[in-house]
């Protein structure tokens, strides 16, 4: 379907109010050359900041309008319209209710996999370059976790960074900085920033981490992430719960994903939290975050060593000289599992060679059990 051409579709990159408002939101030329073809529709560029049941605000030149998805709605879950898309949107007046008509190409997608038993996966965001894992220190730090968040943003494509919020219910500094020490050990080439919406600090040096680009904000329930983005936007445009002093948990303040702009620069999606964190064919993500494991390995002696008993095993000699901890590698290797376990559902030939590894080794073990009974014979 066509429409009349608009004159913002004609002055997509000299009009001030298209610049300044859609570039305000992320807009820039590469947007501009893609959105191209749409614009030669008649078609308006509109940033996506919130979907919900069939609808979408969108944010355009004219301002915010509620669109209908009902054309943007594949039987992919991966490919569903998501908060942080560009989107080509009818112009005021041609149609009622006003449609999203496509989505623009994503440069990044953050996504994970869903709790059912489908294989399927879930996008959370959309177009993000940084990734803010918000980890709350009024509650025992879970290392694995975060390790997960990490995966999970690097396989996404955008940066990430982890704030460990309610650091001003840490008393002692010295203990504070052994949890920041403990976080930047299971999150190399990742900063670490500790962080208090109560009392200020750490935020200045998280604004300037978001100030350009788009931000996803993500953690579980209860983490802080609803009164850090009131702090980043700088007002109350989040509704705030308390969490429970048992464990720490909270209700889901929020309960769709949200886009804001900031007023230092950048945008901002604040995410409802997170009760399961699985992956989503993640292997260069767990690579990533486990980058020294990886290195290590790269200098074994045999390219498939599993790292357990082969002579000349880097990481075996990291395990043993302390400077590996047994810790990161049996998360790595757990993570490794769970993304395998994962993509062999969806594919058939590693499905193959999966099985044909479980009944090798089974065979193995057999044979050593009847080794071992042969020689007690004896």
């Not at 440069?107 to 709350?136: M, P, Y």
């Amino acid at each position: 379907m066509s429409f009349p051409r608009s004159p913002l579709s004609s002055s997509l990159s000299t009009s001030p109010s298209v610049s300044s408002v859609l570039d305000a939101h992320g807009w820039d030329s590469g947007w501009a050359e893609n959105f191209a073809p749409y614009a030669a529709q008649g078609l308006v560029p509109g940033r996506v900041i919130r979907v919900d049941r069939g609808q979408c605000d969108v944010a355009t030149a004219d301002g915010v309008v509620r669109a209908d998805t009902a054309f943007v709605t594949p039987h992919d879950p991966l490919r569903v319209i998501c908060t942080g898309d560009w989107a080509a949107v009818d112009p005021e007046g041609a149609s009622d209710p006003r449609y999203v008509r496509a989505c623009l190409p994503r440069r990044t997608a953050f996504a994970r996999s869903t709790s059912s038993k489908r294989s399927e996966g879930q996008i959370l965001a959309a177009n993000v370059d940084h990734a803010v894992i918000t980890v709350s220190l009024a509650v025992e730090l879970d290392l694995g976790r975060i390790e997960r968040f990490l995966a999970l943003a690097w396989e996404s494509g955008a940066q990430p960074t982890v704030v460990l919020s309610k650091a001003d219910l840490v008393g002692d500094p010295v203990v504070l900085s052994h949890l920041v020490e403990d976080v930047r050990a299971a999150a190399p080439g990742v900063e670490v920033v500790p962080l208090s919406s109560a009392t200020g600090e750490g935020i200045e040096v998280l604004s300037a981490v978001v100030s350009g680009g788009t931000t996803v904000l993500l953690g579980v329930s209860g983490a802080g992430k609803s009164t850090l983005a009131n702090a980043l936007v700088g007002e109350d445009v989040m509704t705030v719960q308390a969490a429970r002093d048992v464990d720490g948990k909270g209700r889901h303040t929020t309960t769709t994903r949200n886009l804001f702009v900031l007023p230092g620069g950048g945008v901002l999606i604040d995410t409802p939290g997170l009760r399961g964190v699985g992956l989503w064919d993640a292997e260069a993500g767990v690579g990533q975050t486990f980058a020294e494991i990886e290195e290590l390995a790269a200098e074994c002696r045999f390219h498939d060593c599993s790292h357990e008993s082969e002579p000349g095993c880097a990481v075996a000699a990291a395990l043993d000289d302390g400077t590996l901890a047994v810790r990161r590698l049996e998360s790595y290797r757990k993570l490794l599992r769970e993304n395998q376990r994962l993509v062999a559902k969806t594919d058939a030939r590693l499905r193959g060679e999966m099985l044909k590894d479980w009944k090798r080794k089974g065979a193995e073990g057999r044979a050593a059990m009847a080794f071992k009974r042969e020689g007690r014979l004896r």
